[in-house]
């Protein structure tokens, strides 16, 4: 993996983690997560916590990098992802 890819994977996993765990468009799915296993319940715990919900993410997108590694989908995917979290950022900074 050169330095390149392993850049934009960590910030696709920043992204992604970030929108698992805090975005208002995976409310619902915390929401679901919530009523179906209980407020109290390590899946619950799983999606709401920021640390614990990156080393999925990260071992996903280690073997995603792994398997597709240097393919333009990829490429063009980690991108935007990494873009993405460095634009909300750069908003919540200048906020």
């Known amino acids: 993996m050169s330095l390149a890819e392993f850049l934009l994977s960590l910030g696709a996993?920043?992204?992604?983690?970030?929108?698992?765990?805090?975005d208002t468009l995976a409310a619902g799915f915390r929401s679901w997560v919530a009523d179906r296993f209980g407020d109290e319940s390590k899946p619950a715990y799983?999606?709401?916590?920021?640390w614990c919900t990156s080393i999925w993410v990260a071992s996903a997108m280690?073997?995603?990098a792994h398997w597709?590694?240097?393919?333009i989908g990829l490429q063009l995917t980690t991108t935007a992802l990494s873009l993405s979290?460095?634009?909300?950022?750069?908003?919540r900074w200048l906020d």
């Open 46 to 50: 799983l999606v709401s916590c920021s």
């Open 68 to 71: 597709a590694g240097g393919t």
């Open 13 to 22: 996993t920043c992204r992604i983690t970030r929108f698992l765990t805090k």
């Open 62 to 64: 280690t073997l995603l």
């Open 85 to 91: 979290y460095l634009a909300g950022l750069g908003a």
